[in-house]
């Protein structure tokens, strides 16, 4: 039995145009998106998923509207998928900050400074780890041949073949997936660099979450992965750069969808895969992510 996760990055806002910083605000696709997310739409035509999960953010739900609305309906949305809250910079750009001591302090070291009235990066990771240990507990629970039934507002939405399996079998504060949004299209966005340096002109280098700092390095614990995730297992598929390998879509394969911003999807691959740094992740806008495992 094979497991997958889908994790798609948002396609283009104005504000990424524009390198504001998103964070939890909530800015729509640029009104010409869909053309722009048609590659996504192609790569997930007639595609199996046993489940669907999205921030709960519109960018987000418009992606996954444009790219696959027969899903729609069964998407569970959860606020935890958000990208980092920025706090009182959001909306804000590198060349209005650039000057200000606080900001500065956070781009040398954004592990151990806030953005004023934002999200610690401490926050940010738990936020995640709670979402990827019930991802996890679900995942194994279909792959065993199960279906949740959804009692009530705090459990994770499925719909697969087999037999249900009580909620209470679950997490008790199951995936409520939820909105949100922010990454750039490439034409559109400067990536960073790992280990977060600047552009050589002192521009900030706007990284899949849209936080980098000089000299600045992602540390802390790594979280035990609940299956072994190798190089081999994990594909990026940049459907707007070339058209992917798709790896073969058999029966015995449970599939979820993950539609969520830059910054979840490389944090959530470094908690996944050993030896992964969250710098190493980075997807343009409407890009795909696919992590995989054998049950």
């Known amino acids: 039995m094979r497991i997958e996760w889908w994790l798609i990055r948002h396609g283009l806002t104005e504000w990424n145009v524009q390198h504001r910083y998103q964070g939890h605000s909530d800015p729509a696709l640029l009104p010409g998106e869909a053309s722009g997310l048609e590659p996504l739409r192609l790569e997930l035509a007639g595609v199996d998923f ?117 909620a209470k079998e679950m997490r008790e504060n199951a995936v409520t997936m939820g909105e949100s949004a922010e990454e750039m299209r490439e034409n559109a966005v400067t990536m960073g660099k790992p280990g977060g340096e600047m552009r050589e002109n002192g521009e900030l280098m706007q990284e899949n979450v849209e936080v980098s700092g000089e000299h600045a390095e992602v540390v802390g614990e790594p979280a035990e992965p609940l299956w072994k995730c190798t190089g081999a297992m994990s594909e990026h598929i940049d459907v707007r750069l070339e058209t992917s390998k798709v790896l073969p879509r058999n029966s015995r394969t449970i599939r979820l969808l993950i539609v969520t911003h830059g910054g979840v999807i490389s944090l959530l691959s470094s908690m ?24």
């Open 50 to 166: 046993s489940a669907v999960y999205s921030s709960d953010l519109v960018r987000c739900r418009q992606t996954l509207e444009y790219a696959r609305p027969d899903l729609m309906e069964r998407c569970v949305a959860d606020r935890r998928l958000r990208e980092m809250d920025f706090g009182a910079w959001e909306g804000r750009t590198y060349e209005m900050m650039k000057d200000d001591a606080s900001y500065r302090a956070w781009i040398d070291d954004p592990q151990r400074v806030t953005p004023p009235g934002g999200e610690s990066w401490q926050a940010f990771r738990a936020r995640l780890e709670g979402v990827r240990q019930e991802l996890a507990a679900y995942s194994q629970a279909l792959a065993a041949g199960g279906r949740l039934r959804r009692e009530d507002a705090g459990q994770i939405r499925g719909n697969v073949d087999g037999e249900r399996i009580d």
């Open 272 to 295: 996944l895969e050993p030896g992964l740094g969250f710098w190493d992740t980075r997807l343009p806008p409407g890009g795909i992510k696919r992590l995989q495992w054998e049950q």
